[in-house]
């Protein structure tokens, strides 16, 4: 009897403890927080695989663009490249047809006023060969003659110094219709021959009627040549 007592005193000693309202609390608090941890650990480590796989996406993404970045920047730079010699190279033709034109325009500048003095030049020259050879020295006309000599030496100077000069000795050369003008015609075995003996050609110069002259490039004056008759 004292033995089934004491138990049953235990029993209902030890039921309140496991089976009473703080234990059922504390256990359904503990299952939760076990559950709300397991819940947030699960969702949390899914973000953070995939924003490893993004990144891990970008970084392929930009290693593998780089290449073109670096092609589309190199294409960049040639075609600025060309671009800035193209427009380089237009600027120098610029500067050289401006310069040529220039020029160009000084020669024309002179150009009438020079053909007025060549009839001076070819007074004083008509002068000069008309004088007998020799001249006394001491006389006038050695006097005179030497002065129109000077005057016409700087004429010439004058003349060159601006690139103005004499068509060189025309007398044995071809006929040419953008540097000389015929005003006779000889026929071929009536025309003199040559001082070596030789035969004249068609279309050779056998005399000088006005000389010729040239500024730089050009014609300033074409000359007046007689010319064996061309067939």
């Known amino acids: 009897m004292l033995a089934r ?5 235990l029993r209902a000693a030890v039921r309140p403890a496991v089976a009473g309202p703080s234990f059922r609390v504390a256990a359904v608090r503990m299952y939760s927080a076990e559950a709300q941890a397991e819940g947030e650990a699960k969702p949390e480590d899914e973000s953070t695989k995939k924003i490893a796989e993004l990144e891990a996406k970008i970084s392929e993404m930009t290693v593998s663009r780089a290449p073109l970045r670096f092609a589309i920047l190199c294409l960049f730079t040639n075609t600025a490249q060309k671009e800035i010699q193209y427009m380089r190279a237009d600027y120098q033709t610029l500067s050289r047809r401006s310069a040529e034109e220039k020029a160009k325009a000084g020669d024309f500048a002179i150009a009438s006023f020079a053909r007025a003095l060549l009839s001076t030049s070819d007074v004083l020259g008509t002068a000069l060969k008309h004088v007998p050879q020799p001249i006394e020295k001491g006389t006038p006309l050695h006097d005179l003659f030497g002065g129109v000599e000077l005057t016409r030496k700087a004429l010439m100077k004058t003349f060159e110094h601006h690139g103005i000069k004499p068509m060189e000795e025309l007398v044995g050369s071809q006929f040419d219709p953008n540097l ?14 040559r001082a070596d003996g030789g035969e004249r050609v068609a279309g050779e110069i056998i005399e000088v009627a006005k000389e010729g ?10 000359a007046q040549v007689g010319v064996v008759q061309i067939e």
């Open 5 to 9: 007592s004491a138990a049953s005193s």
């Open 180 to 193: 000389h003008e015929a005003t006779f015609q000889v026929p071929a075995p009536v025309a003199p021959r």
């Open 213 to 222: 002259w040239m500024i730089k490039t050009r014609v300033l004056r074409p």
